[in-house]
Each structure stands twice: as structure tokens, then as C-alpha cells.
């Protein structure tokens, strides 16, 4: 049964040691198009190969179990064709790595399609630091005492923030730079009244 899954995309990749562990930690590897050059540079065997194939390398005589997914259509982006196919399979929780990168637009695109493809996973981007989108619930954020962590609401989201520097009591936060360079005074927890937020870290992934 296929629950956990890491994403790999074309975009540049920070934090290779983070993506292994990722890899490691997950029931299956998912490369859209071109993300699988990083999986051969990693030396990962991803599961699935997503996408139109018009950026992916010649497969890698060493890979056995890859499968390609060949999609061609046009009207979606190879990362929103991987979360696709990702929920088909049952996944529940994705690691997506190598978002940022490759031109601004592409950047743009897979960070607003992330947060619409997210719905029904839980998802972490880790990419030299560690983002998870986060909705409507209690969270426990593990960031030890004076570690740097920022709030982006995606796009709004009304929330309390216990155990940091910079408390929030059901309060309303809109995309913007208020959520930005908060610290953790103790045991951080977060709660998501309504909507969603990114909580962001530069500890990377600890699986």
C-alpha cells in the first residue's frame, strides 16, 4: 500500500541529503518528466516517471522497476500530472523537492500548484529547508528553542500560535510578510482555525 511518496521536479535541487532521507522514508518515488535526471544523479530509482517526457533523461541502464506514465496533455503542468497520479495511487503524504528554479514563471506555477494539488494530502516541500502546508487542526511544530521559523498563508487563514516569540490568539492572517522570522520560545503549537498555511524552517527533513 502506497501512503507516503516523494515528488521529485526539474527545478533545482538544494539539500541532496534531505532528499535521500526523503527517499528513503517514503512507499514510492514519483519523478515528474525531468525530475528524474536528479534521481539518476542521486542515484534514486524512482517508481514512476510522470509527465510528456519532452525534459526526462534516456533511462538509466541500472533502473529496472521505473515505470513511465506517459501524459501529453497541454493544459497541465508536469508537477500538477505527478500529484495527480499520486493521489490515483493512495497517497496520503508527499515530499516534493526541486520546485524552485528554472524561471521565474515555472517557480509561480508550482508553488500555486502546490497549493491547489495539495488538497487531501499532507504535503512538505524540502528543498535546503523544510515547508509543510497545514490546514484546518492542531499542529506540533518541532523546532527546538530559538529556532527561526516564518507563516505564509495560502492564502488566508485565521490561527493561534502557542510556545513562540511572536504569540497569535485567533487571529487572521492574509499572505503577506506578518508571519515572517518568528521564532520558538518552547512548545510550539499551531492551530488553523480555518484556511491553510505554510510553516517554514531551514531545518530540513528529519523522516
Known sequence: MIRTALILLNGELRGPREVRAAARASDAVICADGGARHAARLGVEPDYVVGDMDSAPRRPRAWRKAAYVVDSGTERSDLDKALAFARGLGVREAFVAGVLGGGLDHELVNLAALEEGARGLALTVIDGGRARLLGPG???????????FSLLAAPRARLTLTGARF???????????RGLGNSAAGRVVLTVSSGRVWAIDAGGFRG
Open 138 to 148: 492542531r499542529h506540533r511544530l518541532l523546532y527546538k528553542r530559538g529556532a527561526r
Open 167 to 177: 504569540a497569535l490568539r485567533d487571529e487572521p492572517l492574509a499572505r503577506g510578510s
